[in-house]
DNA sequence: TTGTATGCGTTATCAA
DNA sequence: TTGATAACGCATACAA
């Protein structure tokens, strides 16, 4: 794979490669007929500057990296691709890596994306990223990082979250208000902010109707331990008449176990799902869900963080973002209450 | 964000560069008692080689570039893991582009990829790329090119798909014998080849049961053109008792616009759809599947490119690799008949 | 066993 | 307006 440099047309057009440069570069301290001849005939060989040699050179690279737990996962997938749209029209392109929700594929990760000079991190955390020093010490060191999603509390940064709080309230209070009685929760890791944030939403729901909080009716699941559906199973023994469940696959998995046990929703138990699910209409009954901004979500994030790299002189302005958070009631969730 | 470089190293323990590359890179032409203090001075400061500057040396990054129409899709999600189980145990690390179904953006993407080095490409078509001259050029130039799943017939080189004619035909014929008459087919764009592979699977159980063919009971859906249920509406006008469905995002919208004109399935029309949806098992009736191998497909995929990376110096031995493909009947989706 | 010099592709600085 | 040179980080051919 051999490839045009600026030496090969310094030497095709006898002229020196600062010239060349200069020519490609547009700079004016230049000869017309000389630029003329040298985009010319760049034009003809199809000459494309070469990034890595201007990374080396410049110590960026016009990159973003991107970890994410996973992409075969509704939610950071739009995400990803809210990122790729801006980052696309401002010259940057994305690099993406998946943590498959280790903390140590999580390092290794970053580890690769910073030494191949990538100009800022966005990330939402893995599941197992209670430490998050690896990351610290790179926002010390000034590599521009964002979070989304799952954030760390402890770096003082630019973060960019759907109001989980609230969602989960609004959720919780619609299931009330519906006539529910005994309203589980179903959500993973309990060490991450999305998990805090909604299990706080859904508890201040209860208080305000003066329902009493059963530690019975919170199950956490865990990635790559049991079967989620051993946790619902374990769960239905409680006897709830809702459940409101995390995350995309918390949310499938909780279907399939109340399909198994052959528990009527709504009847005897209403769901409602933190979910991005595109399918949530054709299910029967149709997923009352509580929908993340996905594809916003990730705009916002890079351009916090387009916005930190490109006035890295001055003192960075971190902002917190709470993009709010959409419920979908579908018809005859609530059919028969 | 300053780095630690060989030179930082070889100044405080007063060496020369070389000595420290080669103390790094375990040469056996150093002294042991050296080797040992450069270790482990490297390790103190936590020194990682520059891959930029190792790829400008080399001109290679290991890196391999790896090309999609999109990634929020099951299939295509899946397959990505697939390649990045394999990659991440061989030492290469995995750059993911999407082409969003589009030809200028997939050219622009490999440009990207290409100017950046990567050891080789593996590649599933966008839908409006019959142009393939992009691809055609590299693989000559010598650049290691795999397609999957979408793949280009023009080009020889190795290739990895599903068996879509089987698949279509197992299909179709177990549509026959469960007693439906009319069978469509709903499909993508008519000049990628999953779309041809299927057409023909469909024809040829059609043809095997004396079955008429019936141009009116294909219907081709076009990313970016009008509503893929608007083009379902058209196919249910010609009274099919079946659908069979390509592609993840197809089969959703068949069954979103058989809903809404509350036909009944499988009473009225059965389904039978190519996609690697997990929800098919919650859909209700549960929906029969024919399930492309998709982990496996990228495992192939990059097992065959970094075999042709790493033996590029002998004559490349290009294999087509057709995986099977599973039909999943689920109970009830075939009860009336 | 170690050091010096060179080159990968590009641009910036300085000299002509 | 143009050219020569150095530098980015690393590895290696060659010299010591």
Redesign the pocket.
């Known amino acids: 794979m051999?490839?045009?440099?600026?030496?090969?047309?310094?030497k095709a057009l006898?002229?020196?490669?600062?010239?060349?440069?200069?020519?490609?570069?547009g700079?004016?301290?230049?000869?017309?007929?000389?630029?003329r001849m040298v985009l010319e005939y760049a034009e003809k060989l199809n000459?494309?500057?070469?990034?890595?040699?201007?990374s080396?050179?410049?110590?960026r690279s016009r990159a973003i990296g991107v970890v994410v737990p996973e992409i075969a996962n509704n939610f950071f997938s739009q995400t990803i691709n809210g990122i790729e749209a801006i980052a696309y029209n401002r010259g940057y392109h994305v690099v993406i890596f998946q943590s498959h929700e280790s903390y140590e594929r999580e390092v290794v990760n970053i580890e690769h994306l910073v030494a191949r000079k990538v100009d800022g991190l966005l990330i939402s955390l893995s599941s197992h990223s209670t430490n998050v020093s690896h990351l610290s010490e790179l926002h010390e060191k000034g590599l521009p990082v964002v979070f989304f999603d799952r954030v760390a509390d402890t770096i003082e940064t630019s973060k960019v979250v759907a109001d989980n709080f609230k969602g989960a309230f609004t959720a919780t209070e619609h299931l009330i208000l519906t006539g529910r009685k005994r309203i589980a929760h179903f959500t993973g890791s309990p060490w991450i902010s999305v998990t805090q944030e909604r299990l706080l939403g859904y508890k201040a729901a209860l208080e305000k109707y003066n329902f009493p909080f059963e530690e019975s009716l919170i199950k956490h699941y865990e990635f790559g331990t049991n079967e989620a559906k051993e946790v619902v199973f374990e769960l239905l023994e409680n006897k709830p008449d809702a459940i409101l469940v995390s995350r995309d696959k918390l949310t499938l998995s909780c279907l399939a176990a109340l399909k198994e046990k052959k528990v009527k929703i709504p009847d005897e138990i209403a769901v409602v799902g933190f979910t991005n699910l595109t399918v949530a209409d054709l299910l029967d009954p149709p997923l009352t869900t509580v929908c993340q901004p996905a594809f916003e979500i990730g705009q916002t994030a890079i351009e916090l963080l387009l916005d930190l790299i490109e006035k890295k002189d001055k003192t960075p302005q971190y902002k917190t973002i709470k993009l709010g958070i959409e419920m979908i009631i579908r018809e005859s969730s609530t059919k028969l209450l």
Do not use: F, G
Request: charged share 30%; net charge neutral.
């Open positions: 051999e490839t045009v440099t600026i030496k090969d047309i310094a006898n002229l020196s490669t600062s010239t060349v440069s200069r020519a490609l570069r700079s004016h301290e230049i000869n017309e007929e000389t630029k000459y494309r500057p070469n990034p890595i040699a201007l080396l050179k410049e110590n």
